[in-house]
């Protein structure tokens, strides 16, 4: 788990932080005008607003301190852009104080906010990409679905309630190839939801095999300890015909799967790229399952044709996950050529993360069809 510094610390101070500017902004209501002749309501309603808000944000992984933040950064900006029209005077302070409404305008916008990442988040869409390649496949051709970063909780995007949508959405690519990259579980994956999903992988079918490389949240538990441990995980996957790749390649008509173990999961500790393919490149389609998008050149130089990834949700809450996912990962989304024969791809995930809103990146299943070039 997290250091306690991480998860209890820290928040806190960023809680107190949000809490004291958003009382300064609240001061300058102008309704409060109206309680100047009563200090203790003038003072003491914005206090009390501010206290509803701390109360609603009192989780630091909650949906509450997103919205809360938000809030926070439309104020200050508005204070900046606010003091920048007032310099400037005249029309500009007139036409800025008509846009503020009084400091109501941050209100409207998180409101705007939460709707749309709301609806982001549960729009579950099928990406897809288009590839070829010199290396023989089987008939010429081959389709890969991925499944990445679900993280199941009836609070989050995806939950079993969801499993007919997924389900027909990953049957009508008709995949050969069904791979999971990681997070497909978490910490606060219920037994329920953990029975269900692992009982749609089982129904899933794909004529190449299934294959799932674990995640940092999967069995590394940071917040808490999980409703199921490794053995569990392991029995489930066996039971679903899904085999879990650690360190380790398959070699199935001509097509290789590679699954590296996680990065964070290790620490760092797992076999290189070369390790993993000390004979580098050959004339066998390598697809190279890694959770985090990282060592994309070294993947390239031990013979990956197609790096799949997953982990960093495209972002998810811009812009803190776009900031924080870009300085350790190479892709924070989307498809990028790697040196002159391959591709990686990183997925924006099938679910979210801790709750239902999304301002960044795309709640998807990525399907690559890969075409032989003769």
């Not at 023989?136 to 051709?141: D, E, S, T, V, Y």
């Not at 995806?158 to 910490?187: N, Q, W, Y």
């Not at 697809?287 to 993947?299: G, S």
């Not at 996950?321 to 391959?342: D, W």
Request: aromatic share 12%; charged share 20%.
């Amino acid at each position: 788990m997290y250091h306690p510094f991480f998860q209890f610390f820290l928040p806190r101070v960023g809680q107190a932080a949000l809490a004291v500017v958003l009382y300064l902004n609240f001061l300058q209501m102008p309704p409060l005008e109206w309680l100047a002749p009563w200090p203790l309501l003038c003072y003491g309603l914005p206090l009390l607003l501010v206290a509803l808000l701390g109360w609603l944000a009192r989780d630091p992984l909650g949906l509450g301190i997103v919205l809360v933040g938000y809030l926070t950064a439309l104020y200050c900006a508005g204070n900046l852009a606010g003091f920048a029209a007032r310099l400037l005077g005249g029309p500009v302070w007139q036409l800025w104080r008509a846009l503020w409404l009084d400091g109501l305008t941050p209100w409207l916008l998180t409101a705007l906010i939460w709707w749309r990442g709301r609806h982001r988040a549960l729009h579950l869409c099928t990406t897809r990409y288009r590839l070829t390649t010199e290396k023989p496949l089987p008939g010429g051709k081959l389709t890969i679905v991925q499944v990445s970063d679900v993280h199941p909780n009836p609070a989050a995007a995806m939950h079993s309630g969801r499993i007919p949508e997924l389900r027909a959405k990953i049957e009508a690519c008709r995949p050969d190839l069904l791979v999971f990259t990681g997070d497909i579980f978490d910490e606060y994956t219920e037994p329920e939801e953990f029975a269900a999903f692992c009982a749609l992988f089982g129904q899933l079918q794909a004529p190449l095999g299934k294959y799932y490389v674990l995640g940092n949240h999967d069995l590394f538990h940071h917040w808490r300890e999980p409703s199921f441990d490794r053995a569990a995980l392991e029995q489930a996957m066996a039971k679903a015909g899904v085999r879990i790749l650690e360190d380790t390649g398959v070699l199935v008509q001509g097509v290789r799967i590679v699954g590296r173990k996680d990065y964070l999961y290790t620490g760092g500790r797992r076999f290189t790229a070369a390790e993993l393919q000390p004979e580098g490149p050959d004339g066998h389609y390598t697809v190279w399952l890694d959770h985090e998008p990282r060592d994309f050149k070294n993947a390239a130089a031990a013979g990956a044709d197609l790096i799949l990834s997953g982990h960093t949700h495209g972002g998810q809450v811009w812009p803190a996950g776009a900031v924080g996912m870009a300085a350790r990962n190479e892709r924070n989304y989307g498809k990028k050529r790697v040196g002159a024969r391959c591709t990686a791809i990183v997925s924006g995930g099938t679910g979210t993360w801790g709750y239902r809103l999304r301002t960044q990146g795309k709640t998807e299943i990525v399907c690559v069809e890969v075409e032989q070039s003769f």
